[in-house]
């Protein structure tokens, strides 16, 4: 595409879409490389950084599926990398905690984890990464909107009926 050329919204969603499916790819790699299946990371980082957490505030955080969800809970229990514990306000809700060495593995594959993603990103300057942080994180809360809505995509006028929507809920 020539300077001055405005991309199209199916040429911006195929460079999107390249570029998530090689990022997703590096980053998989990555966790790979800690001995770590991309949901067993999810699981352990999210307790790492939030604390003991129940089985559905780890899958809202993370949006796994339910059977994804448990499968990865089992694995890391199997391993000995978190337990189950029962909370004093709710017999039936489990509270899922990292052990020492889960805590220990969490930290280091974390730490892997960001070195290969600041590797990655060191392609851009500082000014391009804040350049790109803000539109991509306003298309995809757009988009989520939409999908709350139940549209299946948006016409000049459910843009901004999703505007004034959204105009009104700040008020």
Do not use: C
Not at 49 to 57: A, R, V, Y
Not at 139 to 152: S, V
């Amino acid at each position: 595409m020539s300077k001055g050329t405005r991309p199209t919204a199916p040429q911006l969603w195929i460079v999107l879409a390249r570029s998530y499916r090689s990022l997703s790819s590096l980053v998989e790699r990555s966790i790979a490389d800690t001995g770590l299946g991309l949901s067993d990371f999810m699981v352990i980082e999210v307790l790492l950084h939030k604390g003991p957490l129940t089985i559905s505030e780890i899958q809202a955080k993370v949006l796994l599926a339910s059977g994804s969800m448990t499968a990865a809970i089992d694995r890391l229990e199997q391993r000995g990398l978190l337990v189950r514990k029962t909370t004093s306000s709710d017999r039936r809700a489990r509270l899922l905690e990292l052990t020492p060495e889960g805590t220990r593995l969490a930290k280091s594959a974390f730490q892997k984890h960001t070195a290969d993603l600041e590797r990655v990103t060191s392609i851009l300057n500082e000014a391009e990464k804040q350049e790109l942080y803000e539109p991509l994180k306003k298309l995809g809360l757009f988009a989520a909107e939409i999908l709350k809505q139940g549209q299946p995509g948006t016409t000049s006028g459910s843009k901004d009926k999703l505007q004034n929507d959204r105009s009104s809920q700040k008020r």
